[in-house]
């Protein structure tokens, strides 16, 4: 098994990414540190996200999450949509998982390089290899 190295993030799907901001901003007083878009050609359209600071981790709020743009799933519900761990190297993270509790394989944006998995009781965690 492989150690994670730190806790990295909460992923938030939203309906709509401003608002939420906005409203997080409002009640927790986060700090919005990057907003923009994210391509990736092989997937069927883009997330639009906000990178907030929350305390000394990060929250990320999507629409639509990265498994619903690559057309791995169909619909995420509002709301905490994964956590993410920051882990030595993905590709060795994962053969603790069978295939069918990998949701997406390693894919790269930048140099970082990034898998979904499904985790216990419906929960979906991110990999992330910095």
């Known amino acids: 098994m492989v150690a994670p190295k730190a806790f990295s993030h909460v992923g938030l799907r939203a309906d709509d990414v401003d608002d939420t901001v906005r409203s997080l901003e409002a009640l927790l007083g986060v ?5 923009g878009r994210i391509e990736n050609e092989d997937w069927e359209r883009d997330v639009e996200y906000a990178a907030l600071g929350l305390a000394d981790k990060a929250m990320f709020v999507v629409r639509p999450t990265p498994y619903e743009a690559a057309g791995v799933v169909d619909h995420v519900e509002p709301g905490i949509a994964h956590y993410g761990v920051e882990v030595d190297d993905v590709e060795a993270a994962l053969e603790d998982w069978s295939e069918s509790e990998v949701l ?19 929960t979906r965690i991110e990999l992330v290899e910095p």
Do not use: I, Q, V, W
């Open 31 to 35: 700090d919005c540190e990057d907003r």
């Open 104 to 122: 997406m394989k390693p894919f790269a944006l930048g140099d970082t390089r990034y898998a979904f998995c499904n985790g216990p009781d419906g």
